[in-house]
C-alpha cells in the first residue's frame, strides 16, 4: 500500500481533502495543533455561515465526524511537525508528540490568523468593552446569548460595524482584502435585526465587496428588507461620552464631519497570514509570498503546488479564502497529489 499522505491544519481546507484521499482508498496523517478539528468556523464559535446558512457546528461539525470516523484517516490532535526531510515520494516527518512517520507527500492546509483588532487602538478595542469584533458577535449568536453589550449585558439600541479592520490598510501593513468580511457583516447585521427589530444597525464601509451573487443576497436585502444603513466614511476615532460610544470620521459621499452614537461598536476584522507561517516555511522550505502567505504557483495546470516539489497547500493558508474555495482547493490538491503519483508510476514503468 502507498505511504500516507501528511495533511497538516483540520480546517475546512484539511477536512477536505483528507475525505477526497481517504474516499480514493487513500491512507492520511491529519495533524491539527489544536485539540479540536474544524478550523476556525469551529475553534471560533461562528454562527450561521455565507452562503449557505447551516450553523458551523453542523456544517463543519458534519465534515470533522466524516473524517474522524474514517478507518484510513490517522488523527492526531495538539500536534505540530517539528521537522520534515527527504523527497517527494519518501519523506520522514518528525511531530511533537516524539513520533516519526514516514508520508509520501503533505498537504499544508494551517490556514488564518485573525486580525488582532488591538493593533487597531484608535478604534477603541481593548478600550471600551463594548468595542468587539465579528469573531465575538458570532459567538454571542452561536451560544444562543444573543447580541448583548459585554459591559452590562443590555439590548444594544444602536449597533455599528466597521469594515476593513485589519485589512486594505497600509498603514498597518495589511494591504489585501479579506475578501469575505463585507458578505459576513451584511449577514450579520440581518441577524442583529431579525433579532433586535428596534435595533439600528450601520455598516461603515470603504467600498462593498460583496462580490458575486451575493450583492443581491446580502448587500441589497439588507438594505430593501432589514433596513440597514450603509455609511461610506473614512473613520476617525472610536471614543465614548461616558454612556454611548461615539464613532468619529468624515462622510466621504458628501464631505462632511459625521459623529453618531452606539451603544455597541463591532469590528470586522480581517484574515492574517498564520502567525506559525514563518516556522512552517523553514520545515517544510516552501517559500512565503510578500505580505507572509504560503505561497503557491500560479499556473492553471499546477494547482496547490509550491516550490517544493510533493509539498502541496490549500485554504487560506495562501491568503484570504472563503470556507467554499478552500474546500474546493482542499479537494484539489488531494487530486494533484494522487495525479502526481500517478504520473511518477508511468515514468517508471
Ligand atoms: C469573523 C469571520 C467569519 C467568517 N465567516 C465565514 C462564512 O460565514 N463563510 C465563509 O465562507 N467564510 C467565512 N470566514 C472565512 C473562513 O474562516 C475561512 O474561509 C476558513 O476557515 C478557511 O479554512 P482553512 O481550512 O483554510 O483554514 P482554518 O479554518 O484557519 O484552519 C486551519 C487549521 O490548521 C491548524 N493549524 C494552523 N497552524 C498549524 C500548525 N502549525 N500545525 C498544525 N496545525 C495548524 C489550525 O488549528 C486550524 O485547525 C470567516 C472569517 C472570519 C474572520
Ligand atoms: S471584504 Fe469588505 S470588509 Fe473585508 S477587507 Fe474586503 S472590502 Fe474590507
Known amino acids: ?34 485539540d479540536r478539528l474544524g478550523g476556525a468556523p469551529i475553534l471560533e464559535g461562528y454562527a450561521k455561515l455565507v452562503p449557505s446558512g447551516e450553523w458551523a457546528k453542523d456544517a463543519i461539525g458534519g465534515m470533522v465526524d466524516r473524517v474522524a470516523e474514517h478507518e484510513l484517516v490517522d488523527v492526531r490532535k495538539e500536534t505540530k511537525v517539528t521537522e520534515f526531510s527527504g523527497e517527494a515520494g519518501d519523506f520522514t516527518a518528525v511531530l511533537s508528540s516524539g513520533d516519526s512517520v514516514g508520508v509520501s507527500a503533505a498537504i499544508l492546509c494551517t490556514g488564518f490568523s485573525h486580525f488582532d483588532s488591538a493593533n487597531k487602538p484608535e478604534w477603541g478595542f481593548g478600550t471600551f468593552p463594548d468595542v468587539v469584533t465579528t469573531s465575538q458577535v458570532e459567538q454571542m449568536i452561536s451560544s444562543g446569548q444573543g447580541v448583548r453589550c459585554p459591559s452590562d449585558g443590555r439590548k444594544p439600541q444602536r449597533v455599528a460595524i466597521l469594515l476593513c479592520v485589519g485589512s486594505r490598510d497600509r498603514q498597518i501593513g495589511r494591504e489585501w482584502c479579506s475578501k469575505i468580511c463585507c458578505t459576513v457583516s451584511a449577514n450579520m447585521a440581518m441577524e442583529i435585526r431579525e433579532e433586535l427589530p428596534d435595533c439600528h444597525v450601520y455598516i461603515y464601509y470603504m467600498d462593498i465587496r460583496t462580490y458575486g451573487l451575493y450583492e443581491t443576497k446580502y448587500y441589497w436585502k439588507s438594505q430593501e428588507e432589514f433596513k440597514v444603513k450603509y455609511i461610506k466614511a473614512r473613520i476617525a476615532e472610536v471614543t465614548s461620552d461616558g454612556e454611548k460610544l461615539i464613532v468619529k470620521g468624515e462622510d466621504t459621499l458628501v464631505k462632511r464631519p459625521i459623529t453618531i452614537p452606539f451603544d455597541l461598536v463591532v469590528h470586522a476584522i480581517g484574515m492574517d497570514p498564520n502567525v506559525d507561517n514563518p516556522d512552517i516555511s523553514a ?3 516552501v517559500d512565503l509570498e510578500t505580505h507572509g502567505y504560503i505561497d503557491k ?22 491568503g484570504p479564502e472563503t470556507i467554499d474555495d478552500s474546500i474546493a482547493q482542499g479537494k484539489a490538491a488531494a487530486m494533484a497529489v494522487l495525479e502526481q503519483r500517478q504520473l511518477a508510476a508511468r515514468l517508471v514503468s
Open 1 to 34: 500500500m502507498a505511504k500516507p499522505i501528511l495533511i497538516v491544519g483540520g480546517g475546512p481546507a484539511g477536512l477536505a481533502a483528507a475525505h477526497s484521499l481517504a474516499t480514493f482508498g487513500q491512507a492520511c496523517i491529519l495533524v491539527d495543533k489544536e
Open 283 to 285: 520545515i517544510f522550505g
Open 297 to 318: 504557483a500560479s499556473s492553471y495546470s499546477a494547482t496547490g503546488l509550491t516550490n517544493k516539489n510533493g509539498v502541496f497547500v490549500a485554504g487560506a493558508a495562501i
